[in-house]
């Protein structure tokens, strides 16, 4: 019964039902069609990023081998880039036939576009440096650690007491020569002060030859006015005997007398103060030469006291490193502790204190001994002016001669102090000249200068040759390209590394003190390569690998004949190529300057801490300084015959090994960090002038664009507002779903 009612329902003519199922089933195929549609967009999605990124691969295989080979850089070369990636995209999306073997039924796609477009190129700075340090990260630390660090990690404690030794002796004599000038100085004006008193500055005492004791109005000395003044007392008492109202007799000869009296006493009173004045003024200015010379003193025991403790540099950073292979070359135990025991040899140079308080005592007692002088001078005139008041012979000849007895007396005594071999100035000039000393000091100094004119022949000859106009003009076009990388880098001007800097010195003095602080910073950079690996070392490290450099034997004929020739036409830009990366002068000779000049420098350093050793036994810090200078230059300039003989030389005489020019060329890498972009436009800039290539148009990284459809197979209107929802990466277009995917990717 209940099976009749339902087929009655079912059959029902009004349509309700299958309206109902109409609607039922128009919905149900609209969620699956577009659920259907739905999951080949996403899978025209999916095929069509992964279409997308290997194109992008395939693109970025195709690079430049010659620069990979040769240089250890990706850059893209080979078959343009656009044309790989649409031909892989249509291999993997688009031309597929229904029912061939590579027909994916669900989804027929259609490459609609496919473009290519630079990410990254190899001249730009941050690319360059991240392929330099890829290449270099696993290869160069083992290389230069092995090779150059641990041969001078062994010198590290000698060469820091080096420095610290010529630097603190070579600030003394400086301190010292300056301190003594003063001394000497000082001792000049005492001198000065002392033939003054001798001299008597024209004082009108003793006669200058044989003196007539004439009453004839000249003015003459004391000597001989008082040879006159019994004369004079008797015409006064003469004239006083005769009778009242009669004319004097001896008014002429009595008034020449009183005259000349006069004229000699103002005389003598005049130059007894100008001798008082002068004498006191050259006292002056030598106790205020004196205390400078006590203020030099004390910084030169400033100096002494602070080479106790110096300040921890480079060389500790090296020295205690347990650098692989440097057990190979113990250096010498003793070495640090001989030079420590010169550097404090300094220390004699340094006057006590005392010293200075005798010397300003000394001072003082001259300024007594002067003024007693003028002191018997004074009472001395005043007995005459006394006894001219008083003129009666019993009461005034001999106050008088005692006066000028007391007054040679004092001169007397003055100048045995002052005056002559055996006196106190004498033996002060003896002291301050150290004639042996300054003898030897001279000697050695003019041999060092010989030693050093003959040693710059090498540099001055490199500095006098010709630049070939080939060679100038190669430079010009490497600047120029240098110049546009760093404005394509929007870096800003260029500037030459400081490498020359060695050639400045203008004795030999000053270039071991320059060595000694370039030897100092070659420590500092090694000490951070080994604690940081600084980015500069690795730079360094590519450019000894990748590029050429100017060997010595080149610099033979030079330093043996004096050719210049052969060096000018080796000294083209392609045989340079590190030391243009290190210093950065685009001309031919300055870069060849600036390299073979520091390499002096570190040979000098090295040289002058032998030196050190080998002349302790002179004793005296400044002998052994000037002699230690002396070796240093001299065994230099046998290391640079060396290097232009066979291209290395002996490191040291504590260590036993060699060491070739490009190993100190890596090691000035570290010593000139500079400006990063610099260095890298230089290297960037060496690489195109051997290229021909423009690195800032050499992709190292591809960004692809693809474009693809896909038919839609049920209701796009559906599709398409879907889309709109956002859910959809594409869009619907005459009844194809349209998607764009973008893959970036780099070497």
């Known amino acids: 019964m209940r099976v009749i009612k339902w087929r009655r329902l079912w059959l029902k003519e009004d349509g309700t039902v299958t309206i109902f199922a109409v609607i039922v089933l128009s919905s149900l195929l609209l969620f699956f069609g577009t659920l259907i549609d739905y999951a080949r967009i996403m899978s025209v999605q999916l095929m069509t990023e992964d279409a997308a990124r290997s194109g992008v691969r395939s693109v970025l295989s195709a690079y430049d081998a010659w ?10 070369g080979g078959t343009e880039g656009e044309t790989i990636f649409k031909d892989v995209l249509e291999g993997n999306l688009g031309g597929k036939q229904a029912g061939s073997d590579d027909d994916y039924g669900l989804a027929r796609t259609k490459v609609e576009s496919g473009k290519l477009n630079t990410s990254d190129v190899l001249g730009e700075h941050r690319v360059f440096a991240r392929q330099v340090l890829e290449e270099m990260k696993y290869k160069a630390p083992v290389d230069f650690t092995l090779e150059v660090v641990a041969k001078f990690v062994p010198l590290a404690q000698s060469l820091k007491q080096s420095s610290t030794a010529i630097d603190t002796l070579g600030e003394l004599r400086r301190l010292y020569e300056k301190r003594e000038a003063l001394l000497e100085g000082s001792l000049l004006l005492q001198e000065q002060a002392a033939e003054a008193v001798s ?54 000869q009595i008034q020449s007398y009183e005259d000349d009296v006069s004229a000699t006493t103002q005389q003598l009173r005049s130059a007894s103060a100008k001798l008082e004045r002068r004498h006191a003024e050259l006292l002056s200015t030598a106790k205020q030469k004196l205390a400078q010379a006590e203020a030099v003193n004390d910084e030169m025991r400033r100096v002494a006291n602070r080479a106790q403790n110096p300040v921890p540099g480079g060389y500790d950073g090296v020295q205690g490193k347990k650098v692989p292979g440097s057990e190979s070359y113990p ?37 007594t001994d002067g003024t007693g002088v003028t002191s018997e001078i004074d009472q001395m005139l005043s007995r005459l002016s006394q006894a001219m008041t008083d003129p009666q012979l019993t009461s005034a000849q001999a106050p008088l001669g005692l006066g000028v007895t007391e007054i040679q007396l004092a001169v007397n005594h003055y100048e045995a102090a002052y005056i002559g071999q055996a006196s106190v100035l004498a033996k002060r000039r003896t002291e301050l000249m150290n004639a042996d000393l300054k003898g030897q000091l001279q000697a050695q100094e003019a041999k060092t200068a010989s030693a050093w004119k003959e040693a710059g022949r090498l540099l001055n000859g490199l500095a006098s040759l010709r630049e070939l106009p080939e060679h100038r003009e190669l430079f010009l ?14 870096k800003g001007n260029a500037s030459a590394e400081p490498g020359g800097r060695f050639m400045q010195a203008q004795n030999a003095d000053e270039a071991v003190e320059l060595s000694s602080r370039q030897m100092e910073g070659l420590f500092s950079g090694m000490s951070e390569m080994l604690s940081k690996s600084r980015d500069v070392f690795y730079f360094g490290e590519y450019a000894a690998g990748k590029f050429s450099h100017f060997a010595p034997q080149q610099l033979l004929d030079l330093m043996q004949h004096g050719d210049v020739e052969g060096v000018a036409e080796a000294a083209s830009f392609h045989n340079q190529e590190m030391e243009y990366v290190l210093y950065g002068f685009h001309d031919p000779m300055g870069n060849l300057i600036a390299a073979y000049g520091e390499l002096f420098g570190a040979r000098l350093a090295i040289r002058t801490m ?22 240093g230059i001299e065994k230099t300039t046998e290391d640079m015959l060396a290097f232009a003989q066979k291209g290395a030389a002996p490191l040291s005489k504590y260590v036993k090994t060699e060491l070739s020019y490009l190993d100190y060329l890596r090691l000035f890498a570290l010593l000139h960090g500079g400006k ?22 050499v992709p190292t990284g591809v960004t692809g664009e693809a474009t693809v459809s896909v038919k839609l197979w049920f209701l796009p209107s559906v599709t398409k507002m879907i889309g709109r929802l956002g859910v959809l990466k594409g869009r619907v277009k005459e009844g194809r779903y349209e998607t764009t995917e973008t893959v970036g990717w780099s070497y």
């Open 67 to 76: 620069l990979y080979e040769r240089y250890g850089l990706f850059g893209r």
């Open 199 to 252: 001299g008597g500055e024209a004082l009108p005492l003793v006669p200058a030859g044989a003196a007539s004791a004439g009453s004839n109005g000249e003015s003459g000395t004391v000597q001989l006015l008082l040879g006159r003044f019994s004369e004079y007392a008797g015409y006064l008492l003469l004239d006083a005997e005769r009778n009242e109202g009669k004319e004097p007799a001896y008014a002429d």
């Open 331 to 367: 250096a010498s135990g003793t070495a640090a502790a001989e030079i420590e025991e010169i550097r404090k040899t300094g220390d004699r140079l340094v006057r006590e204190s005392a010293w200075f308080t005798a010397y300003r005592n000394e001072l003082n007692e001259q300024g």
């Open 477 to 490: 076009q490497v600047k120029q390209r240098f110049e546009d990388n760093l404005l394509f880098n929007q």
């Open 610 to 631: 032998e030196g050190l050793i080998a002349s302790r036994t002179l004793g005296h810090p400044l002998l052994i300084l000037s002699a230690a200078v002396l070796y």
């Open 676 to 697: 990063e972009e610099e260095r890298l436009g230089r290297m960037i800039a060496v690489i195109e002038q051997n290229s021909d290539l423009v690195l800032a148009q």
